[in-house]
């Protein structure tokens, strides 16, 4: 009996731990059933990225063109620079075992480890000191460390022959990278942007549009066993890099220069303490020609401060490298890359006069005849003071047309009372200044308007001041003007290419809304031209042979105080579209802060918009159209008479209206004043021609003919015997105040007969 009950307690034990390891054996195998099947997929890829190694195939950025295929932006070769830390680690300790074995010893060898040979030889070829190398090759935790990026070619050479010399293969390596390269340095700085060293879009284009041109990346995935050694090739795979797209914008290059050039000149002459800024656009399609920033910066090193920028920041009184002075760095270098045009606000001051009149003309709530008067200032229900005109003794009387030429804000408050609050504010945002213009081009600011107005508030907003907006949605309001009362989408994309030249996506043109009736428009921009070729306060930005219709502004900057804690500090902006006749294209150059002598628009910003309209527009393929007046003051190109018989030079003057004189008593030309390539006034210029023995020798004093009238410093430089050269405003005889700004050669300089002295005559009346 004993012996039976032993046995059913072991078999009953027995039949418990069996039942045990066949559970475990079941839960086990139900686990590895699940890891098979269920989650096959995901404990695949652990085993896969633990046996592959991937590498990346950088897609080539796509290269940014001018509306002509002008190549704005690309990329070039340029190299990293690394040492492998266990290379060198490897390399050194091969060293001593090689002197070990030969009986030397490393002191009676060299003193130089491979190290302090690698570190010594790099900071000499690269922009790297001894220190920062020993530093990266110290971290043996690590196969790659970088020593230097972007490498141009020679530094590269210069490492792989430093390499071959030392047999440093296994410790120094090159890869090739690509740097992004602007081909114009600083043009069309704001526009374009840079990338980051990651080659990320950071500012401008490159930031907006940084997905089509950055492409996608490939990948090359190979196995490796635990040993490095490749595996079978399934485990290979080769994800090809899609290169980006190539853009083409709708800047043209010679546009941008010309205006670029126009912005340095007045940020230069006037002294502008918060930058200037200038916008050129196609009035029909919104197609950006033209924008840019002054000071700006150069793309190809943009991390280092222009020279203003760079002046502030040495003059701040912070320790290099302290808190306090890279703060201040930081903050320079956004506000210096921060695209003004786009980014900033400003009170338009009397631009805004021309929308205003849009709005009352298509409401039929003035007519260009009506009477107005001016007597300096205008009383406003719920104000108790005057607001003034900027015309402190007043127009008097003048009509609509004269008082919008003349810039006068008595007139355009009182049709601004006659408008209304309510249809004021609804053609405010009907002009687009509550939304954003939809550039293409990061940070567009937002306008600062207050839409429950009062009388005074309406009162001030018709002139342009108490609200803010931005350069670019007062340019693309005034081409709703411009081009028959349509509000169009401003922008900079063209189209997008492959490097096979097809168009993957191109610009479609798009009108907003039409605000104003064409009829409105014509109206006023026959008006506005009058103001420009006749006696109105936008004369400096007359064009000889082009009708001109603009309007100019001087704002005050009432939330900024100047150093003495008065609100001094002025904005001077001038916008201007033409050939008014059928416009084709709007400028508008805006300068913050004028600090040298006049604050006003027209004197600060008109003659730079004169002489860009002067150049672009036959540029375009606009063609001049003189009037009689103009004809008479047109230049002649001078031959060069050199050895000409002096019968036929003489000849010659009376068929392109120049006057002469002849020095000698020879046959032949042997010389002349001006030289030939000169430009003369006709009808007024004289050319002294010398002959025989006579030659050209120095004998007139220049006269002084800074601040004089047109007519007193012609007659004083012609009674001397010298030619006039005439720059800026070309109709100097319409209305007052037309005087000479600068002369060259300066007064005193002793010339030769004959000596062509350029003035430069500007209005000095019309202060707004």
């Known amino acids: 009996m004993a012996k039976l009950t032993v046995d059913h307690r072991v078999r009953r034990r027995s039949a418990i731990v069996i039942a045990i390891f066949a559970a475990v054996f079941l839960v086990l195998s139900l ?26 195939i950088t897609a080539e950025r796509g290269d940014i063109y001018d509306t002509n295929m002008e190549l704005l932006a690309t990329n070039v070769t340029v190299w990293r620079v690394f040492i492998s830390p266990r290379g060198i680690v490897e390399a050194e300790e091969a060293r001593l075992a090689a002197l070990a074995e030969s009986g030397g010893t490393a002191e009676s060898v060299s003193q130089i480890t491979q190290s302090e040979l690698i570190a010594k030889g790099l900071s000499e070829i690269l922009d790297v000191t001894v220190e920062r190398v020993l530093e990266l090759a110290a971290d043996v935790t690590k196969l790659d460390k970088t020593v230097a990026r972007n490498v141009e070619d020679e530094e590269a050479d210069a490492v792989r022959a430093f390499i071959a010399e030392y047999g440093l293969e296994t410790q120094i390596y090159l890869e090739a ?27 401008g284009l490159e930031k907006e549009y940084d997905e089509q041109l950055s492409g996608q990346d ?13 595996m079978p090739f399934k485990y290979q795979s080769y994800i090809e890099a899609e290169d980006g797209y190539n853009l083409v914008t709708t800047i043209d290059l010679r546009i941008q220069y010309e205006l670029e050039r126009q912005l340095e000149a007045t940020y230069i002459d006037s002294g502008a303490a918060n930058r200037v800024c200038g916008i050129a656009m196609d009035v029909n399609t919104g197609a950006i020609l033209a924008i840019a920033t002054k000071g700006d910066f150069d793309l190809n090193d943009p991390w280092t401060l222009n020279e203003s920028s760079a002046y502030v920041l040495a003059n701040s009184g912070y320790a290099e490298g302290s808190e306090e002075y890279n703060a201040l760095l930081s903050e320079l270098r956004y506000a210096m890359w921060n695209n003004k045009a786009v980014t900033e606000l400003y009170e338009p001051g009397s631009t805004f006069k021309i929308i205003t009149s ?14 107005f008067y001016c007597a300096g200032s205008l009383m406003v229900e719920g104000w108790s003071k005057p607001i003034h005109c900027h015309k402190k003794t007043g127009h008097g009387h003048v009509s609509f047309a004269v008082g919008l030429q003349q810039s006068c804000n008595p007139v355009l408050m009182t049709i601004a009372q006659r408008l209304g609050i309510d249809k004021f504010v609804s053609y405010f945002n009907a002009f687009g200044y509550m939304e954003k213009t939809g550039i293409d081009l990061p940070g567009e600011a937002s306008t600062i308007f207050h839409s429950s107005m009062g009388n005074v508030d309406l009162a001030t907003a018709s002139f342009g001041q108490n609200f803010k907006v931005t350069p670019i949605a007062q340019l693309t309001a005034i081409c709703a003007v411009a081009n028959g009362g349509y509000l169009v989408t401003p922008h900079l994309l063209k189209a997008f290419v492959d490097d096979d ?49 603009a309007k100019t502004g001087t704002s005050q900057k009432r939330d900024k105080m100047d150093e003495n804690g008065q609100d001094t500090l002025r904005v001077g902006s001038t916008v201007a579209f033409a050939p008014a006749e059928d416009p084709q294209i709007a400028v508008l150059i805006m300068v913050d802060e004028p600090m040298n002598g006049s604050v006003y628009g027209s004197i600060v910003a008109a003659p730079y918009v004169a002489n860009f309209l002067e150049v672009v527009l036959p540029y375009m393929g606009v063609e001049a159209s003189y009037t009689e007046e103009e004809i008479a003051k047109l230049e002649v190109n001078l031959l060069d008479y050199t050895g000409w018989l002096i019968e036929d030079a003489i000849t010659s003057m009376g068929y392109v209206g120049l006057d002469y004189t002849v020095v000698g008593d020879g046959t032949k030309v042997t010389a002349q004043i001006p030289a030939g390539g000169s430009q003369l006034a006709k009808n007024t210029g004289r050319v002294i021609f010398y002959t025989g023995e006579e030659t050209p020798a120095a004998t007139i004093t220049v006269p002084d003919v800074m601040g004089k009238s047109a007519s007193a410093a012609n007659k004083l430089l012609i009674d001397a015997g010298l030619n006039v050269c005439i720059e800026g405003t070309q109709n100097y005889q319409s209305g007052a105040g037309a005087v000479v700004v600068s002369q060259s050669p300066a007064a005193d300089t002793v010339v030769t007969p004959g000596t062509i002295v350029t003035v430069e005559f500007r209005y000095m009346d019309g202060t707004d």
């Open 31 to 56: 686990r590895v059933l699940a890891i098979q099947i269920g989650n096959y997929e995901e404990y695949q890829e652990i085993v896969n990225d633990q046996i592959t190694r991937e590498s990346k």
């Open 501 to 549: 030249g097809n168009v993957i996506e191109s610009y479609e043109d798009s009108v907003r809304r039409q605000v104003v009736s064409t009829e409105t428009c014509r109206t006023l921009i026959d008006i506005l031209e009058e103001g420009v070729s006749g006696d109105g306060g936008a004369k400096n930005a007359y064009v000889a042979g082009y009708r001109v219709a």
């Open 218 to 230: 490939g990948y090359y995935i190979i196995a490796r066993d635990g040993y490095a050694r490749e």
């Open 358 to 371: 849009a709005m009352c003309l298509e409401e039929q709530v003035v007519s260009p005849t009506d009477s």
């Open 177 to 203: 990278t690509t740097r992004r390269a602007y081909n114009y340095d600083n043009l069309a700085a704001h526009v374009l942007g840079f990338t980051g060293t990651d080659g990320t879009g950071l500012f």
